[in-house]
């Protein structure tokens, strides 16, 4: 049984950084195709990044070029690093293992990201 614990989030000003981080229980990591999510209060959630065991990185258009997703499969963990946050970013973040888009995994507890001044 795959087990997703998210860690990082926290309370940011508007313009700053947090890195979110994910640790997938499991010895198939390295070939998971990995994904992060959020879910904003009253709203579905969305797929912010995704990253596979080789090959390009995806990305919503809400977050590129303030938002990278990496991944050590030494560490069975991925990452999001939020760069340039604003209060539109506040959410509960959850990864998961994805496949053609789909996530196939339980869902962890997740992590909270409040963007307030």
């Known amino acids: 049984q795959v087990q997703l614990v998210e860690s990082g989030g926290g309370l940011v000003q508007p313009g700053g950084s947090l890195r979110l981080s994910c640790a997938v229980s499991g010895r198939l990591f390295s070939i998971y195709t990995m994904a992060w999510y959020r879910q904003a209060p009253g709203k579905q959630r969305e797929l912010v990044a995704s990253i596979p065991s080789g090959g390009n990185t995806n990305y919503a258009d809400s977050v590129k070029g303030r938002f990278t997703i990496s991944r050590d499969n030494a560490k069975n963990t991925v990452y999001l690093q939020m760069n340039s946050l604003k209060p539109e970013d506040t959410a509960v973040y959850y990864c998961?293992?994805?496949?053609?888009?789909?996530?196939?995994?339980?869902w962890g507890q997740g992590t909270q990201v409040t963007v307030s001044s």
């Open positions: 998961n293992v994805v496949s053609l888009g789909v996530p196939l995994r339980s």
